[in-house]
């Protein structure tokens, strides 16, 4: 059950080579994926599951595409 994958800014060096087509398990959910990638969970501010805002708790199915964004600060 692949999912195509992105990490944004800062996060961007947690994303596997296999982005684009990355396993996971039946029932896995976002913060499921967040901890296998090693990304402390205070690191994600925004989450998208195909282009649309999702929460941590979303499970994921066969062929989404999840985006991770860290914090964003500007001046």
Do not use: H, Q
């Not at 982005?19 to 039946?26: K, Q, V």
Request: proline share 11%.
């Amino acid at each position: 059950m692949p999912i195509e994958l992105r990490c944004y800014a800062t996060l961007a060096p947690k994303m596997p080579g296999n982005a684009d087509a990355l396993p996971i398990a039946p029932g896995e959910t976002v913060s499921a994926l967040v901890d296998r990638l090693g990304i402390p969970r205070d690191e994600v501010r925004i989450v998208f599951v195909n282009g649309v805002s999702a929460d941590m708790d979303r499970a994921l199915a066969d062929g989404d595409r999840v985006g991770i964004f860290p914090p964003v600060g500007g001046g």
